[in-house]
């Protein structure tokens, strides 16, 4: 099995969801089941049937986050130097715009665009990683293509 890379910060949000789902959702439900039971006839027992479903997402999302965690390899960014790569934190500016973003580049597990988290298999990610500071890339999006200059990268 593959390494999922990790920052430190994603590990402990994965690790801290798994721990809430396993000793306050599963209980609540398991919970919920057994009062939707003392209902009465479960084939049409509405809170029933919607509390097992919501158990079997649990259960499946408590699996997913048992197998990422048993991968994990957690890297710390800030032991990291250098041009682009995993745990880089970027400051780009788009050479048609001048608009400047700042992105972290992360695992898929812990990728939120709109906290300024970009996937490591992204487009922008493949483009940016191995460059340096003062580079420019392209970037194929679906809203056309993108140049971005790197004015910096650091490791935090």
Do not use: C, W
Request: without cysteine.
């Amino acid at each position: 099995m593959e390494k999922i890379p990790l920052t430190r910060a994603g590990f402990d949000k994965l690790d801290a969801e798994l721990k809430h789902l396993k000793s306050v959702e599963r209980p609540a439900i398991i919970r919920a089941i057994s009062e939707a039971r003392e209902h009465g006839d479960l084939s049409e027992n509405a809170e029933y049937h919607s509390a097992k479903e919501k158990q079997s997402f649990i259960e499946g999302r408590v699996k997913e986050l048992e197998g990422v965690i048993s991968l994990a390899e957690v890297i710390d960014p800030s032991k990291l130097s250098g041009s682009i790569k995993f745990g880089a934190t970027v400051l780009l500016v788009d050479e048609d715009t001048d608009e400047e973003k700042t992105y972290q580049i992360v695992g898929e597990y812990e990728a939120d665009i709109e906290k300024g988290k970009l996937n490591m298999k992204s487009p922008l990610s493949r483009a940016l990683i191995g460059k340096d500071e003062g580079d420019s890339v392209e970037v194929a999006t679906p809203g056309g293509g993108r140049s971005y200059e790197i004015l910096k990268i650091t490791y935090k």
